[in-house]
């Protein structure tokens, strides 16, 4: 397998402080919290460089102590900030988790408005200058969500990246506390002729001649033929070097089994099915991409890329917080071939 050495890789998006109480409790009845950092892209770069790619993070903060704690705790991981921004304006975006115990769900409720991420004004940035020095940009769905500022990074930064020659990937990440459905659809489908690796295949818009979105009415639990189906009409249309999804089934609020779909190649690949207890799902999505990213990196048969994309997701439920701190590609490849006896 390829050496990941030579590989710089950077992700952009709004940092997070995340509040949750302990214990499996309820905002209402808490008298604490534990604080802890994260985000969907600062998880993909906090899991790359625990495995050894070489990873930098672009966002901004408020130039305050939480801001300050939050870059921190990016580099205890391995992350290199110094793209990052300290703002005197805004505040730090917040996020409040309830974790779901049995049949109780998880919750999540944002508290990010006017933050200093949002607010920024990014068009004022040389994107060309920041990309230069590296091979590959991941983005995600979630900040073209929170303002227009933002959703001028993400435009401004796809179009530097190609011509810069980077590889690409985009995290589709629909969250609907922050945007609806069709704007998403509409926004993120703009982006798409800039991407090589895209992760999800919602929101998009998709339609066939009559107008309607082919996606429409899939199944949650598509067949390897449907799934086969969009996959080949996604690269049809766009010519993705790879496309990846995860399929969750939820048989309570602590135990979920996964598997996923890729297509890449030229094929459609299917992944084992994993079932697991969880202790924190939150990042799961993220690991799910990380690890594929890295198997892409690593230029590991198709197979295994898909397998060791679930098993990174998988191994990111067993850990509190919103990274996953796995720091060996030897665990996630004994999870991946489902090898559960104790190491010595």
């Known amino acids: 397998m390829a050496s ?8 952009m998006g709004e940092l997070l402080l995340r509040l949750s109480p302990p214990n499996y409790e309820k905002i209402r009845t808490t008298d604490e919290f534990k604080v802890t950092y994260g985000g969907a892209e600062a998880n993909v770069a906090a899991s790359l460089s625990n495995l050894g790619v070489d990873s930098s993070y672009f966002t901004v903060v408020p130039d305050s102590s939480i801001g300050k704690a939050a870059i921190r705790y990016l580099r205890s991981n391995d992350v290199h900030c110094s ?98 459905w069709q704007e998403a659809r509409d926004c993120i489908t703009e982006y798409l002729p800039y991407v090589d690796v895209l992760f999800g295949i919602e929101p998009i818009n998709l339609r066939d001649e009559s107008g309607k979105d082919i996606k429409d009415g899939l199944s949650m639990n598509p067949t390897y033929k449907e799934q086969d189906r969009i996959f080949r009409e996604l690269h049809k249309r766009y010519n993705f070097k790879a496309i990846g999804r995860h399929v969750r089934y939820v048989h309570s609020g602590s135990e979920n089994s996964l598997k996923a779909f890729m297509w890449y190649d030229g094929e459609t690949y299917e992944s084992r099915t994993f079932r697991f207890n969880i202790l924190d799902r939150v990042g799961g999505g993220d690991a799910f991409a990380s690890g594929m990213i890295y198997a892409i990196m690593r230029q590991m048969p198709p197979d295994d890329i898909v397998n060791f994309a679930v098993a990174s997701s998988v191994i990111k439920h067993t850990m ?25």
């Not at 990941?4 to 992700?11: A, G, N």
């Not at 509190?320 to 010595?344: P, V």
């Open 83 to 180: 793209p990052c921004i300290y703002s005197d304006k805004g505040r730090m975006g917040i996020y409040f988790l309830e974790e779901g115990f049995g049949v109780r769900s998880s919750k999540v409720t944002y508290d990010r408005k006017d933050s200093s991420f949002a607010t920024y004004d990014f068009s004022k940035l040389d994107f060309k200058a920041i990309l230069e020095k590296f091979t590959w940009l991941h983005l995600s769905g979630i900040t073209p969500a929170l303002s227009k500022n933002c959703r001028v990074l993400i435009t401004n930064a796809l179009k530097a990246a190609k011509e810069l020659g980077l590889t690409v990937s985009f995290d589709c990440n629909f969250r609907s506390a922050l945007w609806g």
């Open 320 to 344: 509190h917080g919103d990274f996953n701190i796995t720091d060996d590609e030897s665990s996630i490849m004994k999870l991946m071939n489902q090898e559960y006896e104790i190491r010595r």
């Open 4 to 11: 990941v050495k030579d590989i710089r890789f950077i992700t």
